[in-house]
C-alpha cells in the first residue's frame, strides 16, 4: 500500500494553516509538509520547534522563509507569493535549463554578454559610432539604475518607471535636448527590450518584459520644423553681430571658428556632426572645380552597400572653411574644437545662442537640413535636391558620376547657398538674380 501522506493537500496556505500547523508540531526532526492542493509546488514544512514556507520540487527543500505565529495576513500573503514566483522558476527550468544562469545574472552582467554577442556577430556592418551611441546609453541611463539588478527581478513596471524617468534626468544635465529627453529614454528602454530579446533567445529569461508591446514608446513627433524667411532673416541678422564681435569668447559667446561652421551647416543642410565638424580637411576638396568633402562612410550604408557622399559646396561655404583659423595641433580638422588635435563635437550650444538672440523659440541644429531641403524647392531640379542631401545616388568612390554630374550638382549647391543667403540678409536679391542669370 502507498505511503500515506502526514497531512492531507489543503486548497491554499494561509494564515489559518499556519496557525494549525503551530498547534500540531511535528514528533521527529525530519517534520512533515502540508502541501497546497493542485500543482503549485508550495508547502509548510513543520518540525519541532519550526515552520518554513517554501517550494518542493523533485524531492528537494527549497525554503523561502521562517514563519512566525504571530505573523499577520499580509506577510503570510507576501511569502507565499515569493514562494510562487520560485516555484514558476523551477518549473520553468526543466524545459529551459537556460533559465538557472538566467536566474543569477545581474542586468550588467547582461549587458556585457548582449554587447559582445552585438559586436561578434554585427560590428562588422555597424558603425563604430553606433556602438558607441549604445554604451552611452547603458553607461549613462540603464547600468545607474538597474546594473545590480537580478535579471528575474526586473519586471514591466519597473521598465515602465525608468521610462518615466530618464526624460527628467536628460533635461536635469541638458536643457535643451531633443524632444524633452524623450527620444533618448525611448532609446534607453529599446536597447533594454533588445538585451532581453537576447536572453529570452539564450533561455535566460521567459520573455522580453520591456519590449513595446508591454512598455509603450514615447510618441515623439517628426522633426519637421525649420526656419521660415523671417526666422532666417533674424538669424543672419544675429551671425553678422555676433562676427562682428571678434573674440566673443570671454563672453560666453560663439566663437568664430563656430559660426562660421553654422554657416556652412544653414549652406549644405549637412548632418553637422557626422559629415562636417568630424571630418578631416584633407577629405574637403577646396580648390577642386567641384569643391566638395568627402564622407567616406554616410549614413545609411549597410554591408556591402558602402561607399559614403559627397557634400557639394558653393563659393560661400568655401570661403568660410578656408576661414576657420586652425590652431597647432589641429592643422589637420576641418572644425577644431577647444582642445588641440580634436575636433568641435557640436553646434547645439552655439545654436542655442543665436536662436535666443534672434528671439526665436528652441530648435534642434537637425532644422537647419529640414531648413535646406524646403528652401531649395524650386531653386533646384528635385534629383539635384535628392542628391544634394543624400537621399540617393552613386557612391563618392565612383569618378565617373563625380565627372559627368558633379559640375551639376555643384552648381545647384550654389544656387540654394545663394537663396539662403538672400534670406538671411548677406545678399540682396538682385545680386542673387544677376549672379542666377550668369550661371
Not at 72 to 88: F, G, H, K, V, Y
Not at 195 to 206: G, I, K, P, V
Request: hydrophobic share 40%; with cysteine.
Amino acid at each position: 500500500m502507498p505511503r500515506r501522506a502526514a497531512h492531507p493537500p489543503v486548497p491554499r496556505i494561509n494564515l489559518a494553516v499556519l496557525q494549525q500547523a503551530f498547534r500540531r508540531p511535528a514528533t521527529c526532526d525530519t517534520g512533515y509538509y502540508i502541501l497546497e492542493r493542485g500543482k503549485t509546488l508550495l508547502c509548510l514544512r513543520v518540525r519541532k520547534t519550526l515552520v518554513q514556507i517554501g517550494v518542493r520540487h523533485k524531492s528537494l527543500w527549497h525554503p523561502i522563509s521562517n514563519l512566525s505565529a504571530d505573523m499577520t495576513i499580509e506577510e503570510i500573503e507576501n511569502l507565499r507569493a515569493e514562494a510562487a514566483r520560485l516555484a514558476r522558476q523551477l518549473q520553468e527550468e526543466e524545459g529551459l535549463p537556460g533559465l538557472a544562469r538566467g536566474r543569477s545574472m545581474t542586468i550588467a552582467q547582461l549587458h556585457r554578454e548582449y554587447m559582445a554577442d552585438l559586436r561578434e556577430t554585427r560590428g562588422d556592418i555597424m558603425s563604430a559610432r553606433t556602438l558607441e551611441g549604445y554604451d552611452d546609453v547603458w553607461r549613462l541611463y540603464l547600468l545607474p539604475a538597474l546594473g545590480a539588478l537580478p535579471l528575474p527581478h526586473l519586471t514591466v513596471d519597473l521598465a515602465r518607471q525608468l521610462m518615466r524617468e530618464i526624460p527628467a534626468r536628460v533635461v536635469a544635465q541638458r536643457p535643451h535636448a531633443k524632444a524633452g529627453g524623450r527620444s533618448i529614454a525611448n532609446a534607453a528602454v529599446q536597447q533594454l527590450s533588445a538585451a532581453l530579446e537576447f536572453a529570452y533567445r539564450m533561455e535566460w529569461a521567459t520573455r522580453n518584459v520591456a519590449s513595446a508591446r508591454l512598455v509603450r514608446r514615447y510618441e515623439i513627433s517628426s522633426c519637421e520644423e525649420f526656419p521660415d524667411a523671417a526666422a532666417y532673416a533674424a538669424i543672419g541678422q544675429v551671425l553678422r553681430d555676433l562676427e562682428a564681435i571678434g573674440a566673443p569668447s570671454k563672453h560666453r559667446q560663439p566663437s568664430l571658428r563656430t559660426l562660421l561652421a553654422l554657416r556652412v551647416a544653414i549652406y549644405t543642410g549637412v548632418r553637422h556632426r557626422s559629415e562636417l565638424l568630424w571630418t578631416r580637411l584633407d577629405s574637403c576638396h577646396l580648390d577642386d572645380p567641384v569643391p566638395r568633402i568627402g564622407i567616406p562612410r554616410a549614413k545609411g550604408d549597410r554591408g556591402s552597400r558602402r561607399g559614403g557622399r559627397w557634400i557639394y559646396l558653393g563659393p560661400e561655404s568655401v570661403r568660410c572653411l578656408k576661414s576657420i583659423p586652425r590652431p597647432a595641433g589641429s592643422e589637420h580638422l576641418t572644425i577644431p574644437g577647444d582642445k588641440p588635435g580634436s575636433p568641435l563635437f557640436r553646434l547645439n550650444e552655439a545654436w542655442a545662442v543665436v536662436l535666443r538672440k534672434a528671439g526665436l523659440p528652441a530648435m534642434p541644429v537637425k532644422a537647419l537640413r529640414h531648413g535646406f531641403s524646403t528652401h531649395s524647392v524650386g531653386i533646384i531640379a528635385p534629383e539635384h535636391r535628392a542628391q544634394l542631401l543624400g537621399h540617393q545616388g552613386r557612391p563618392m568612390t565612383d569618378s565617373v558620376y563625380l565627372h559627368r554630374h558633379g559640375p551639376d550638382l555643384a552648381r545647384a549647391a550654389a544656387l540654394v547657398e545663394e537663396h539662403l543667403r538672400v534670406l538671411l540678409g548677406d545678399l540682396r536679391h538682385e545680386t542673387c538674380t544677376q549672379s542666377v542669370a550668369a550661371r
